[in-house]
């Protein structure tokens, strides 16, 4: 399959970027019909679609849209929160988004508005992403101008406020719970989550209903409700289901990095062809959805169909869509050192397994590339990874663990040499500054 440009369609379109041009591409087409049906309707149309959130997890969008209450009586407002803090190693869609096609997200979170019965929506940007706040900024303007925004949207009498709020550069922001205190002034640290404490849509920002959806998934609303939920479901339908179009952000040793937008059901090995194919070497593996997910080798790659289920069955995920494809002069051994690093930087401290945890992996994998690891090393690695996985308090634990884990797995015998010889399968050992 080829490239599906559906929200990339006008992205490189500079007049896409502002009213005029958004309309005459038939930008707001969707809200102006929204807006003349039962809020219930836009939620049956996205349950039609099979949308699922593109932040990472998969989860069916709907049912989050479904879940805010309907009877306002209870007097509190509602929240739509955007989480555009991207900061998966890897991915860098919401990024291209957000400064490309900014009204397609507008439109998406006031569709979200007219559908949950949101009042005030936040776009949470990650606080590097200036391009795209000023984007936003411009857009978000001219929507108040001119009534896509604010009181009574286009005579509906509809109210719908949205803010831009910068995050400072901490990955843990992006995790919802944590993201929500760090909207509401607090330390960005995760909170306790279901089934503790109610999901989100029934209290979260300021103890009332709130929505969370990643960039992607506000943008694919507008079409959805303008084309049908149904059509959108045609979108992939090849697969079990995952259904639509997804962005990959892909990196690493291809000819033509970047972001493509692609139909669910197309193969992995035609998301590297199009890339370009592979730079500097023949493929030798694949970390296809942002540094969290399990490492593949380039058999696993070769016959593996993008789609939620599909690439589970072929050995790791979707994920976010930063997929880095690596060839053969790549140490695996050192390429995880390098992920290892950052989630040690990361892990915010609160819970032990996670905050010990990924420092001990660190310290021991530090040892491995600069040739000094210990008979014992990989064993332990791997009993590491089993005292985090799961038993931390937030996804960070998870996603620092599955790809030492999984590279061991599936690379075992890169880990085994560099022990045992003190040296590299594929490249000199690392000099590691001192920290
Ligand atoms: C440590 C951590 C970081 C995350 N970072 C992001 C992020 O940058 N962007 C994002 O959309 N979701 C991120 N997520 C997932 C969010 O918690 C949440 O599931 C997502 O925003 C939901 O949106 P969706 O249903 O549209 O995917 C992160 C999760 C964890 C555990
Ligand atoms: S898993 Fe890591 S990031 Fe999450 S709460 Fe625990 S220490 Fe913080």
């Known amino acids: 399959m080829a490239e599906y440009k559906l929200l990339f369609e006008h992205a490189h379109d500079p007049e896409f970027k502002t009213l005029k041009g958004y309309l005459a591409k038939g930008g707001y087409s969707a809200l102006k019909k929204a807006i003349g049906i039962p809020a219930q309707s836009i939620i049956d149309e996205v ?28 007097g509190k407002k509602h929240y739509i929160v955007c989480n555009a803090d991207e900061g998966e190693p890897g991915t860098f869609k919401d990024k291209q988004l957000m400064e490309a096609t900014p009204f397609l997200l ?14 005030v929506g936040f776009i949470y940007i990650r606080g ?46 992006g995790e919802e719970s944590a993201l929500m205190s760090s909207i509401m002034g607090e330390r960005g ?20 209903p709130t929505l969370i959806n990643n960039v992607e998934t506000y943008c694919c609303a507008p079409f959805i409700v303008n084309k049908g939920g149904a ?28 972001n493509y ?16 194919g592979m730079k500097g070497g023949s493929l030798k593996a694949c970390v296809p959805g942002g540094s969290s997910v399990p490492i593949m080798n380039a058999d696993q790659v070769n016959k593996a169909v993008i789609g939620y289920e599909e690439m589970w069955d072929a050995g790791s995920m979707v ?59 990989v064993e332990l690695l791997m009993d590491i990874t089993k005292q985090i996985d799961g038993r931390s308090f ?27 010889n003190g040296k590299s399968l594929v490249n000199s050992n690392l000099k590691l500054l001192p920290v």
């Open 47 to 74: 349950k039609a679609s099979g949308l699922r959130g593109r932040g990472g997890a998969g989860f069916p969008t709907w049912i989050k849209w479904n879940g805010l209450p309907k009877d306002k009586s209870h």
């Open 189 to 208: 640290m995760p909170r306790l989550k279901f089934p503790h404490v109610p999901l989100p849509t029934i209290s979260g920002l300021w103890d009332s």
């Open 106 to 119: 507008v439109e998406g979170m006031t569709l979200a508005a007219m559908a949950t019965g949101g009042d």
């Open 394 to 420: 937030c996804g960070l634990g998870d996603a620092a663990a599955w790809p030492v884990a999984g590279a061991i797995k599936v690379f075992p015998e890169e880990f085994d040499f560099y022990v045992k």
């Open 231 to 258: 059509w959108y479901a045609t979108l992939g339908a090849s697969t079990k289901n995952s259904r639509g179009t997804k962005i990959f952000s892909v990196s690493g040793h291809v000819n033509k990095p970047g």
């Open 319 to 377: 994920g976010s869509g930063g997929c880095m494809f690596l060839n053969d002069k790549t140490c695996i051994v050192q390429f995880i050192w390098r992920t290892a690093l950052f989630y040690a930087n990361e892990s915010c401290g609160k819970c032990t397994p996670c905050r010990e945890g990924t420092k001990w992996m660190l310290q021991i994998l530090e040892r491995i590339v600069e040739g000094n690891g210990q008979e014992g090393d």
């Open 128 to 173: 590097e992403f200036l391009d795209a706040a000023k984007a936003l900024r411009a857009a978000i303007d001219e929507a108040y101008a001119n009534g896509y925004l604010g009181q009574n949207i286009l005579g509906s009498g509809k109210n719908f406020d949205l803010y831009i709020h910068l995050g400072a550069g901490s990955y843990e922001c």
């Open 261 to 276: 937008e692609i139909e669910f059901g197309t193969t992995l090995a035609e998301l590297l062809e199009m890339s370009g």
